[in-house]
């Protein structure tokens, strides 16, 4: 593929810059509840969807399987989440959210919330419609590679 004259280079600079500034802020938030960004979207991601397997909760936060395994390690210890055999096949473990991990997204939701926000602040309803769909077709062009 060929680069067009004129390509808004600076487009994908904005994107990595605000996303960097996002998590930045994110993690300063979390950081009061001894989270870290990966156990966030993990909770975050069980406590909407229930229970997932370790390659299904990879792909859904975007975290590679060793990282994730890292991290459910040290949110098992802290009895946020468990490993489970699956009801449908006891070879296939999955992740479950235990009461103290809902317990701990319940407290640091509004927290989030506030900063989610703040960061859409001056946006409105169409304005972040289509920003979520800019971002799903991106993602989506970038699955199709």
Known sequence: ??????????LSLAFH??????????????????LTLTHWRVLAFLAEHGERSVSALAAETGHDQT??????????????????ATVRDHRVVAIHLLKDGRKLFRKAMPLVADLEAAA??????????????????????????
């Open 67 to 84: 990282t994730l395994s890292r991290a459910l390690t040290v949110m098992e210890a802290a009895l946020w989440v468990e490993r489970r």
């Open 120 to 145: 859409f602040e001056g946006l409105t309803a169409r304005d972040q419609s289509l920003l979520d769909k800019a971002m799903a077709q991106v993602q989506r062009n970038l699955g199709a590679l």
């Open 17 to 34: 810059r605000t996303y960097a500034a996002f998590n930045t802020s994110l993690q300063i938030v979390l950081r009061e509840h001894g």
């Open 1 to 10: 593929m060929t680069v067009p004259s004129g390509f808004p280079a600076a």
